[in-house]
């Protein structure tokens, strides 16, 4: 049998996947001589031994910890269980990867009736020892009973209401005495110390499956089977006294990055105060004037701590009676601008290297440089003011409750979250926010945490605010009412709070970031490219260092108004003579519209696709609407309407599109070859270096590449003969059915590239209809059937393993063929980690995505490297 149970003095920060994050890093600073109470921890394999035997702690275990228990007695010269010496733990979870606030957390454990009395006696201190025992029975009885929580804040409410009190500090003994009886009527509490162990213990390893704790996982793809350790540590006390407090302090400021000594604290308080926003605490600095020898141990320590761990640090620590205590360290949840100048910073201070460096820079916080930010000569009626705790502009209409800002989000809203303080349960209300408000909370609460680690702009600690949830109003101090669904903007980066939308100002980059992604360029191996279709959009993807265009949709340049009808009466020609008099006309725009493409390229290639979408998508759908083009085009309404009903189509994802219209109407194929060839040359002729790359969409094999190059072939040639000009071009083939996939050895030898349309690959290897699975896709993830939405995060399995079959065959054939993807997965870190692993040449992803692939790319060759 596996050693279940460690002490403090016997692991280190390398045992994260055995004792957790928070236990390895407690073993961490009791080696280092750090002031930790005393305390053991309960392996993280336990954890899965519990679930495995049906929600039971392992035979045994209660016999190994009670043989540590004895042994942090005898360190901390106390007894658990013991009135006239009192021994109370804290116990909390600590998974492998830092959870904040997902998980749940029992202190003052081991105390009852007795045990307060004795302990007020022993400490000549009863306010304190009445008020720890209500916290004790508060959360013991939301964690442990499962009972609502809310009721007990309720009572107390009603209590200081009654008896003319506000703060918590005002109360005395004697009324948290009367609290607690009032407590103890709501719940059947167990006065055994042993017992309250034992079931805290299995109500921590069950915290690691409730909704809050799944949810973020699945948020932050955190494999299940990780399981959280359970840390039980001796407990010291903010709530003492006026020469006690705790707080939460960082080694550099987690929104701006600023190397500065950044926290908050809060006299005669416990650590809950701080972290779950109940109170709005001070800043740092007020230790500092308080208790200037403290402020610089913990300054000192908090300097130690960063050099050890070569990482910004997020810490918690308390005084009791002025003696200074570290409880936890762990690296700091930062913004994402933060996470880049912090990475950038210790680069030119010498604690890390540079791919040390992109490995700290979350690819989803290069948003932050990327998303707009409040337009400042724009800001109006601003109507109160918080703490900026995370950055970034937001608009939207307001919601009161976690569970509302899914609704009001899934019907197509942007939301403001609107709380007093927010608590774990709110973290899926959170991730369908634009911005969150809260009217309690410091930069260190719950709520700025979370939406830092999130990229969502957030706003603490307004205090200027009074929310009431029944009533569904926040009203400012000045008396402004502002209410459910209205609009409101946020600027996380001042803490403004205002009404309507105000204009924002596109983000810009700076030279941390610059830097970073040189770096991301300097060990990538990935080229990054850019879906693309306007010269705007190419301009954008070149701004932010895209390598070329891997998928220009053709298609996308004939939707424009002036555009629409005459791609219409192309589809409802009668005639092939017809047919290409409109073809005529387009030919223009395409050849206009390629030439910018070009320019703006100049020197990059331009994967150009065929037109794929099936035609009756081009076509209106109303009566109205069709009566109408058929009047424009000088058709008899009849006969528009047959032409209409014969293009609809039971599938049409699988129908009439792709290479089979360059089969069927080969003049369509012309024409847009044609448009490309001589774009190109009007390039070339201008100084640019045009390189297109065709690509024939939706092939099922090889003898389709061969008809539909024959037809591109011909028209290029055509067009180079007319002008003698030359210019390079590619002819290659989406991959995106099955079927060219199993194939793929017979395609090779007839393309010079090939590109993976992952979206309809992964549509028609799962039979998901790509637009409809919205409809059951989130009852799939909810129930485990599926571990990720497979249109957001590659499905390595099934689709990925045609994707390597593809690649290993195919190259097998013929050496020297291109590889590269242009679906929405090009985007996505964890899918380009594949996509390197797999060996493509290339990713191709939205412009504003140029850079998360960049560092994405960069990332996965450091892992492998």
């Known amino acids: 049998m596996a050693k279940r149970v460690y002490l403090f003095n016997e692991g280190s920060k390398d045992d994260r996947n055995l004792l957790g994050g928070k236990g390895a890093n407690l073993c961490e600073m009791t080696a280092m001589g750090l002031p930790v109470p005393f305390g053991f921890v309960i392996t993280t394999p336990t954890c899965r031994e519990f679930f ?5 702690l392992p035979r045994h275990l209660e016999t190994e910890y009670n043989v540590a228990l004895r042994l942090v007695e005898e360190k901390m010269g106390a007894s658990f269980g013991d009135p006239d010496n009192p021994l109370l733990f804290s116990v909390r979870s600590g998974a492998p990867v830092s959870m904040p606030g997902m998980m749940n957390t029992i202190l003052n454990l081991g105390m009852n009736d007795e045990i307060a009395e004795g302990l007020a006696k022993k400490t000549n201190n009863p306010r304190f020892a009445y008020d720890s025992y209500r916290r004790f029975i508060q959360m013991y009885a939301d964690v442990v009973l499962e009972t609502d929580g809310e009721q007990f804040e309720h009572e107390i409410e009603k209590y200081k209401k009654a008896h003319d009190k506000t703060l918590d500090v005002e109360m005395t003994a004697q009324d948290w005495q009367a609290i607690i009886a009032i407590f103890k009527k709501l719940v059947d509490f167990p006065q055994n110390p042993a017992v309250q162990l034992k079931e805290a213990i299995a109500a921590v390893f069950l915290s690691w499956n409730t909704p809050r704790a799944i949810f973020y996982r699945e948020m932050n793809n955190i ?18 006294g006026d020469d006690s407090g705790s707080g939460v302090a960082f080694t550099r400021n987690p929104s701006t990055g600023d190397h500065e000594f950044y926290g908050e604290y809060l006299t005669n308080a416990a650590g809950e ?3 779950a926003g109940i109170r709005t605490p001070l800043p740092i600095s007020h230790l500092q004037q308080q208790m200037p020898e403290v402020y610089q141990q913990l300054f000192e320590t908090q300097k130690r701590l960063e050099q050890h761990y070569q990482d910004m640090q997020d810490m918690e620590f308390t005084v009791q009676e002025g003696k200074f205590y570290m409880l936890q360290t762990r690296s700091g949840k930062r913004t994402g601008r933060a996470s880049v100048k912090i990475a950038v910073d210790m680069v030119n201070e010498g604690l890390i290297g540079e791919k040390e460096a992109l490995m700290r820079v979350s690819p989803e916080h290069v948003d932050a440089f990327l998303h707009p930010m409040i337009d400042v000569n724009a800001k109006t009626d601003i109507v109160a003011k918080g703490l900026p705790a995370s950055p970034g502009g937001a608009t939207g209409r307001i919601v009161f409750s976690a569970d509302e800002a899914v609704e009001v989000a899934a019907a197509g809203n942007k939301v403001i979250l609107v709380r007093r303080e927010t608590t774990p349960e709110d973290i899926h209300g959170m991730k369908v926010s634009e911005g969150i408000l809260t009217e309690l909370g410091g930069m260190t609460s719950h709520a700025a945490v979370v939406a830092r680690g999130m990229g969502v702009c957030a706003i603490t600690g307004c205090g200027e605010l009074t929310i009431d949830y029944q009533a569904g109003t926040a009203t400012t101090d000045e008396g402004v009412v502002m209410k459910r669904m209205d609009e409101i903007t946020l600027d996380g980066s001042t803490g403004e709070v205002m009404l309507g939308d105000i204009p924002k ?3 810009s980059a700076n030279d941390d970031f610059q830097t970073l992604l040189s770096w991301a360029d300097k060990y990538r191996r990935l080229a990054v490219r850019a879906n693309a279709e306007t010269p705007e959009d190419a301009a954008k993807a070149r701004e932010l260092g895209a390598e070329g265009i891997g998928l220009c949709r053709t298609e996308h340049m004939f939707f424009d108004a002036s555009r629409i009808d005459i791609m219409r009466g192309m589809i409802l020609s009668e005639d092939k003579q017809e047919r290409q008099g409109y073809l005529d006309q387009l030919l223009a725009f395409q050849r206009e519209d390629m030439l910018a493409l070009f320019k703006e390229m100049h020197d990059l290639p331009v994967t150009i696709r065929l037109l794929d979408p099936p035609l009756h998508e081009f076509l209106p759908h109303g009566e109205e609407e069709l009566v109408e083009l058929a009047a424009r085009l000088g058709k008899p309404a009849d006969k528009v309407r047959e032409i209409v009903q014969s293009l609809q189509e039971v599938n049409p994802m699988l129908g009439f599109r792709g290479c089979r219209l360059s089969i069927v109407y080969p003049e369509i194929t012309e024409m847009q070859v044609k448009a490309i060839a001589e774009a190109a040359v009007l390039a070339h002729k201008a100084g640019y ?13 090889v003898r389709e590449i061969r008809a539909i190059t024959q037809i591109i072939e011909r028209g290029i040639i055509s067009v180079l003969e007319k002008e003698s000009v030359s210019f390079p071009y590619k002819i290659g083939t989406m991959m995106e059915t099955p079927r060219a996939c199993l194939g793929a050895e017979r395609l090779a030898n007839s393309v010079e590239f090939m590109s993976f349309g992952t979206n309809d690959l992964t549509q028609m290897t799962y039979g998901f209809s790509r637009d409809d699975v919205g409809k059951f896709v989130p009852d799939y993830l909810d129930r485990n059937l599926v571990e990720d939405d497979p249109f957001v995060s590659l499905d390595q399995r099934a689709v990925g393993k045609l994707m390597k079959m593809a690649i290993e065959d195919s190259r097998e054939a013929k050496e020297g063929i291109k590889y590269g993807i242009c679906g929405e997965h090009g985007g996505d870190p ?12 290339y990713v191709s992803c939205s412009p504003y995505r140029v850079p998360v692939a960049r560092i994405a790319a960069a990332q996965a060759n450091v892992t492998l490297t």
Do not use: W, Y
Not at 52 to 56: A, P, Q, R, V, Y
Not at 223 to 238: D, I, K, N, R, Y
Not at 689 to 701: D, F, Q
Not at 830 to 841: A, T, V
């Open 52 to 56: 495995e035997s049906g929600n039971k």
């Open 223 to 240: 494999p299940a089977s990780l399981g959280t350790a359970v840390c039980v540590q001796a407990m010291v006390f903010g709530n003492f």
């Open 273 to 275: 105060d701080v972290v």
């Open 505 to 507: 100002t596109e983000a």
């Open 689 to 701: 270096n045009p390189s297109p790359e065709i690509m024939i969409p939706l092939v099922v094999n």
């Open 830 to 841: 964890r899918s380009i980690q594949f996509c390197h692993e797999l060996g493509l040449d």
